[in-house]
């Protein structure tokens, strides 16, 4: 049976196999297994990528978060304020530092944070509302920094969204956000791996000394701090992939476009909703979610997956439903729009190389699974 994958890393990998042979003979002459030449270079190029003066690269995204948390100042007992549906590493970030994760809900269309919900949950403990952009579109980022007090801080998960913009504003500009270079990412490395991106010089140096046993030189430790790092050959596959990366977002918006059409007859039967980009966002499309309606939906997935279709559930369980958070004291029906999310979603193959014939496949696949 041909497989069509959920994303194609096969595919992604044959375009970049020879450039990252000759880059990875150069980290193994230099020997420059920790930082280096690979790393510096890669900070620079991701920081001009992403409209920010400055990049931190470390070792996955959930580091990165919580380096992005500590340097604005979220400590132990503090009040961080996230979405109920996002990855189970943004509220993980918050708890490791030992603070505490306040929940709100998103919005039922764009599935994003409600900005107004998440302002409502800011109290005198609050040190930080993290926005996360979701799907590979911007969450209300710089209209929530605008109306926050001056005791909490702006911290973007931005995780899912490399190459987003909102209104012309890119994920970190003008504050500071996370993002994650996790493989299946839209600018993946070949393992873990992770970046913290801001204008904000003073937070860039902290971000760097915390993530290096808080050192800024060998053996001097300023602050009490980890080891999170990037290493050159991870280094090397981000910087070819980063060269191909816009490319491969344009292609994902090409693609995201396409299934539209193509299942335009689902929502007309009202069997189907569609992901919406929200007015003013360029979306990147790390992932295509529709929401079934009249439907099992995990009976739906397991159809795909039996006819060769790599559909998955992103995510099938908010934040609040997870047994690692119960202690935060809610239940089934605090965040409706979360919790219908969760059970109704799906996402479908996308990935740069991914053909008209295998999405019209993918949407014949998907019409029977609904019958």
Known sequence: MNQIPLVDLKAAHAEVAQELRAGFDRVLADTAFIGGEEVRAFEREYAAFAGVGHCVGVANGTDALELALRASGVGVGDEVVLPANTFIATAGAVARIGARPVLVDCVPDTLLM???????????ATRAVVPVHLYGQCAPAAELAAALPAHAALVEDAAQSQGAERQGRTPGSGGIAATSFYPGKNLGAYGDAGAVVTDDEEKADLVRALANHGGTAKYRHDV????????????????????????????RRAAAARYDGMLADLVGAGRLTLPVTEQGNVHVWHLYVVRVSGADRDAVVGKLNAEGIGAGVHYPAPVHLTPAFAHLGHGRGDFPHAEQAAERMLSLPLFPQITAAQQQRVVDALTDALR
């Open 224 to 251: 009490a701090g980890f080891n999170s790092r990037l290493d050159g050959l991870q280094a090397v596959v981000l910087r070819a992939k980063l060269a191909r990366l816009a490319d491969g977002n344009a292609a």
């Open 114 to 124: 409600d900005p107004q919900a998440a302002l409502d949950a800011v109290g005198p």
